[in-house]
């Protein structure tokens, strides 16, 4: 049978659990429709329970994707199913309408058909459905910010489920109480719950659970800086969401594909995400995705400078999540829309949606608030009842008092009036000190924060000089041979101009002319060496010239060897006692290719130089048992070429393997290396070619370094 329904929110899938008593086999929506046609050639189908339980399941399929068919499909139903005595149909028919009105973000009508379900099913000992209808309670306290009602009623779930052993609502539960540990930032304990959802989902074959956890552990090594694992969890998901054609995964898993590339700075395809996921969102009438997807466009819109299109998108975001009463995405939605107004200098509405994101942030991280709330509730309550007995009581003593009771609330109103306006007085003068304060602590994070820009831009300069360092040094070696060879020619010519002269005074000229052929070969050899010694000068300043950015026919070939005698030459240049064996296997069918030639030659000396660096570390500790080796190939991929550069070197820790493309990170000793050649190598290949940068490694074994470029 089919179980429990889940649906996506703002940050993770979180899961709706259900349990059904019909005795229905699982099936498509076509497969139910066709049932639902058999069974209506009966004239009492109405009264039949298995067309109700048939119908109670088609509508449960569509609550999560198109709840408003589902409502369609349930009007008057749960009465149908109380005339004929089916109460767990009823029971199931109140639940389903829940799911859907939670679907379309409307929390209060779906809080409603949830405790007439929950109440029903306690009515008639409906244990199996218990479990789940705690599970999507509590959902909406999730949906509203109340974190400690939300937990209560989740543990509640959790202990109800273990006692039937209903593995698939035990995963959902595990799967909401992670996503609230996620809100809290709780991420190590989110994600042992998620791995904890994804086995129960792996030992039931749950091809959605599947989904799902891995949707929701991608978004949590999002929030870790761990972009390349994310990336790998969210494509999973987003493949195996493609074939099921599971429409709720496939926007859950677009929307944070989005958000991936947004972080990478992949602002285009993060758009392109974006939009996608709005729209299948939209086509599903699913308000709350549609609202996350749109902040995380004007997000994304608000990074490329396109500030009125993310204003847009921002106000349409917030406006959803304040329909809805969805706290966590008012508060993201404000924060944006906020943001954006003050780009454009509008700073009296961005003060207005930076109180809404400062109220919505204090409501979520206030539990005690939540607690006070309901206590005060109470006590009105009471009170009211209270008054009410009281007004009874001395209702035949009013006339004798009205008089003096009119005189007294006159006064009490007129204290009170004053009282609220010393108040009043005392939060406006708060409040312009709180402004004051953020302004200056403004001021404060805009001087860091150029502080920082000035220092990040002094570390490029370094790493940039450095980088011609390290070629200024090959070319130095490069150009040496043909001058020897300049110099020790033209001191031969000089000796036999000598000597010519001697056999002329001795008039043997025989001798003369095969001085003169001597002269001549040894002139020859000497412009030779000397237009090499050219060539390699005019190369050098070719690619060593200001990048204009224009991409030019290049032979790759060429700028691979080229490069790596360079870095090698370099190196020796500083250690004379560095050696290492180079491989070089070039694909002579890749030609010249539209690149940036100077940008690719950097990118080149930057790996060169990390795998000599590499091995010539290695050749410290190991000695003359171990030969240090570089190893560079080129070879064409269909419309992909790709350059490896490969050393037995001491490999990268796996446990920084993902880190060594960030910005000023690096695995030199301090004074060695600035942390930006693989940073900026990464964005050259990525940013500039559309490219692909990858790294293979093994401790202690070494690291192969693969560039892809788009021919």
Not at 573 to 587: R, V
Request: hydrophobic fraction near 40%.
């Amino acid at each position: 049978m089919r179980s429990f329904l889940r649906k996506f929110l703002f940050a993770g899938v979180i899961g709706l659990a259900f349990y059904f008593t019909s005795e229905a086999q699982p099936g498509t929506p076509h497969q139910l429709i066709e049932r639902l046609r058999q069974l209506e050639k009966n004239n009492n189908y109405l009264s039949d329970t298995a067309y109700a339980g048939a119908l109670n399941e088609l509508a449960f399929i569509y609550a999560d994707s198109y709840p408003d068919s589902a409502i369609l499909l349930l009007k008057g139903h749960a009465e149908r199913c109380k005339s004929i005595g089916f109460r767990k149909g009823e029971t199931d028919a109140y639940t389903i309408l829940g799911n859907a009105f939670q679907t379309k973000g409307d929390f209060k009508k779906s809080m409603d058909y949830y405790e007439q379900s929950y109440q029903l099913a306690q009515k008639i000992d409906y244990q199996t459905a218990l479990p789940g209808i705690l599970n999507n309670i509590g959902l909406i306290y999730l949906n509203q910010g109340n974190y400690p009602m939300a937990l209560n009623k989740f543990y509640e779930a959790l202990k109800a489920a273990e006692s039937i052993k209903n593995n698939f609502v035990i995963g959902t539960t595990l799967n909401n109480i992670a996503t609230i540990h996620f809100y809290q930032n709780k991420m190590r304990e989110a994600e042992e719950d998620y791995q904890k959802m994804l086995k129960i989902a792996e030992g039931m074959s749950d091809t959605v659970g599947v989904i799902m956890a891995y949707n929701n552990i991608g978004e949590v090594n999002l929030e870790q800086d761990s972009a390349i694992k994310a990336l790998h969890n969210l494509n999973t998901a987003f493949n195996l969401a493609t074939v099921a054609k599971n429409p709720e995964m496939l926007v859950a898993s677009t929307k944070n594909l989005g958000y991936v590339y947004y972080k990478l700075d992949s602002l285009p395809k993060a758009v392109g995400y974006f939009e996608t996921a709005i729209g299948l969102s939209r086509q599903q009438g699913n308000a709350m995705s549609t609202s996350k997807a749109l902040i995380g466009l004007a997000k994304t819109q608000n990074k490329m400078g396109m500030q009125k299109e993310a204003l847009s998108n921002g106000l349409e975001g917030a406006k959803l999540a304040e329909e809805m009463g969805q706290t966590q995405l008012l508060r993201d939605a404000s924060e944006i829309v906020a943001t954006v107004y003050e780009a454009l200098g509008d700073d009296k509405s961005a003060l207005k949606y930076f109180r809404i994101f400062k109220a919505s942030s204090d409501s979520i991280n206030n539990s005690e608030s939540e607690r006070a709330a309901a206590t005060y509730k109470a006590e009105y309550e009471f009170s009211k009842k209270e008054l009410e007995f009281k007004r009874k009581d001395m209702q035949q003593r009013w006339l004798i008092f009205s008089a003096l009771a009119a005189l007294f609330s006159l006064s009490v109103i007129i204290w009170m009036i004053n009282r609220n306006r010393k108040q009043l007085n005392i939060a406006n003068k708060t409040l312009l000190h709180k402004n004051l304060l953020i302004e200056t602590e403004k001021s404060k994070a805009e001087e860091a924060l150029n502080q920082l820009k000035a220092a990040q831009s002094q570390l490029i300069q370094s790493e940039k000089m450095a980088s011609l360092g390290e070629l200024t040094a090959g070319i130095a070696h490069e150009i040496q041979n043909p001058l020897n060879f300049v110099n020790n020619f033209s001191e031969l010519n000089k000796e036999l101009l000598e000597e010519m002269k001697e056999e002329i005074g001795n008039g043997n000229f025989e001798e003369v002319k095969a001085i003169a052929n001597d002269v001549t070969g040894n002139e020859e050899k000497i412009n030779y060496h000397g237009k090499r010694a050219d060539a390699i000068v005019k190369g050098m300043l070719q690619h060593s010239r200001s990048n204009s950015g224009i991409k030019e026919l290049t032979d790759i070939n060429a700028l691979a060897d080229e490069y790596l005698r360079l870095s090698y030459h370099g190196f020796r240049s500083k250690d004379k006692s560095f050696n290492a064996a180079m491989q070089i296997d070039l694909d002579q069918r890749i030609g010249q290719v539209q690149i940036i030639s100077q940008d690719i030659g950097r990118v080149l000396l930057n790996l060169y130089n990390n795998a000599f660096y590499s091995v010539n570390e290695k050749k410290k500790v190991n000695g003359e048992g171990y030969e240090p080796a570089v190893i560079v190939s080129t070879k064409k991929i269909g419309d992909k070429i790709s350059i490896r550069v490969k050393d037995n070197g001491g490999g990268i820790p796996e446990r920084i393997v993902e880190k060594i493309f960030q910005p000023f990170f690096t695995t030199k000793p301090t004074g060695q290396g600035t942390g930006l050649g693989l940073s900026l190598s990464y964005d050259i290949v990525t940013k500039g070619h559309n490219g692909e940068l990858k790294v293979e490694t093994r401790e202690g074994e070494g690291s192969e370094f693969v560039i892809v470029l788009p021919i």
